[in-house]
Structure formats: C-alpha cells, structure tokens
C-alpha cells in the first residue's frame, strides 16, 4: 500500500478500507490529494475526501489551506463543489472560526440544498454555540434529508472534544434529556 501510494497509483477498495480501519487517517488525505491533481471525473470528490481526512487526523489547517483557491475556480459539480465547501466549513469549525464555517456551509447549501451534511455542520455549530434549538433544528432538516447518525455524531463529538467542561456538560445534558439511550455514547466526556 506504501509502495502504491508513493508511486501515486490507485489504491483499490480493500487498500482504502484498511488504511480507514488502521486510522491513517493523513496518509489516506494524502492519496486522495494526490488524486485530485491526476484529473478524470472526480476530482473535485477526491479533494473533498482529502479534507475530510486531513480533519480526522486532526490537522484542520491543511484543510483550508488546500481549499483556499477552490472557490476562485468555475463550479464544475453542485454536488461535490458543496461537499468541499462543507470540509471547508468543518475545518474551519475545527478552529472555532464559526463565521467562517457557517459561510461555507451556507454556500454549500446554495449550491446542493439536498446534501445534509452541511445542516449537520451547521447543527454542530449551533451546538458549540449554545444555541441547541437551533441546532436541533439544523440536524432534524440533516436527518430528513437522509442523514445517518454517524456524520451528526462526528461533528457531535468534536464539538465535545474541543468544548471546554462547562460548555461539555451543557451539551452533555442536552443530548441525555432529548434520548439517553440514543445518546448514551456522549457519557465517556464526563470527568
């Protein structure tokens, strides 16, 4: 896979799946970054796929900074051009820039108003701001849209990480009134 992925050929399923499930996380951003400058019909998706992973292996800053010239390009694909305004937005959460991140957000909503990822980055951001009728708002339009749990629980759960106590506790108890048994995983924060 090393070997692959430094000679920039293409990984297959079980190659990307094991680099997931092994959590190298910024070696899987790399590849898809790479990908991005090879061309064909997804690039826009591979540099939405290197962002979402240079955010898992927590390095937000590199997110923007492959992103920053995105914008100023013609929008190829609503769909994936949104999907990369939404890392965008998460990377920009990531650090607590929250005008920023809703901006990108917002954008990726004018441009695919279906995809409920950004209204799950826009929930979390409500969270970390305490505003949780509005993010409840925002992750019930996410879950119409078709939204799984898990995207909510990752924005959920960096949220946690990166609250500080009291901000931790308050979501805490939010969650825990609205399902504690859907939410009973937001108790390992608990000091």
């Not at 293409?10 to 799946?17: A, G």
């Not at 796929?49 to 927590?58: E, L, Q, V």
């Not at 998460?90 to 954008?107: M, T, V, W, Y």
């Amino acid at each position: 896979v090393l070997q692959k992925i430094n000679s920039h050929e293409t990984l297959d399923e079980i190659e990307i799946k094991w680099l997931e499930e092994n959590s190298m996380h910024n070696m899987l951003a790399e590849y898809y970054y790479n990908q991005y400058f090879k061309g064909g019909s997804y690039t826009t998706w591979n540099l939405a796929k290197a962002g979402k992973y240079f955010r898992k292996a927590g390095i937000p800053s590199k997110v923007i900074e492959i992103t920053n010239k995105f914008s100023e390009r013609p929008i190829i694909d609503f769909k994936a051009d949104g999907a990369v305004l939404t890392v965008r937005g998460g990377a920009f959460r990531d650090l607590h820039n929250f005008p920023q991140a809703k901006e990108c957000a917002s954008d990726a909503i004018g441009l695919y108003p279906n995809d409920p990822h950004p209204y799950n980055l826009l929930g979390a951001i409500c969270y970390a701001e305490g505003d949780f009728v509005k993010g409840d708002e925002y992750f019930a339009k996410a879950e119409a849209l078709g939204a799984t749990t898990k995207p909510k629980d990752f924005e959920v759960r960096s949220i946690l990480q990166d609250s500080e106590i009291k901000t931790q506790y308050i979501i805490i108890n939010h969650l825990l009134k609205k399902d504690p048994q859907k939410y009973a995983w937001v108790k390992q924060f608990r000091i």
